[in-house]
């Protein structure tokens, strides 16, 4: 049973950073794609950033320059590291995996078959 806890959520000031991680357990497979999605009240859930098996990664653009994905294999944990935070950026955030074999990865919930519980991010003075 793959499972993932997303950790790392909070409260910050705009300008601010946080670093969210998800720690993924029970996989198989020793590839895997993982990707980051944020719901806001109200909105519908989008992809944020994502990183594929051979560690191509995409982001989406309103993030480009203020958030990086990487991961740590030796710790099955994929982390998202948020700069220059934005009021707009508050939303829950959640990972997403699937252990099928992906190239380039995508911002497509659908593509993902392993979810985490999410972490609020809020961004407010």
């Known amino acids: 049973q793959v499972q993932l806890v997303e950790s790392g959520g909070g409260l910050v000031q705009p300008g601010g950073s946080l670093i969210l991680s998800c720690a993924a357990s029970g996989f198989t497979s020793d590839y895997y794609t993982t990707a980051w999605f944020r719901q806001a009240p109200g909105k519908e859930r989008e992809g944020v950033s994502c990183?594929?098996?051979?560690?191509?990664?995409a982001e989406t653009d309103s993030v480009k320059g203020r958030f990086t994905i990487s991961r740590d294999n030796a710790k099955n944990t994929v982390y998202l590291q948020m700069n220059s935070l934005k009021p707009e950026d508050t939303a829950v955030y959640y990972c997403a995996t699937t252990s099928s074999f992906y190239l380039y990865c995508s911002l497509v919930s659908g593509s993902y078959d392993y979810w985490g519980q999410g972490t609020q991010v809020t961004v407010s003075s």
């Open positions: 990183i594929s098996s051979n560690d191509n990664t």
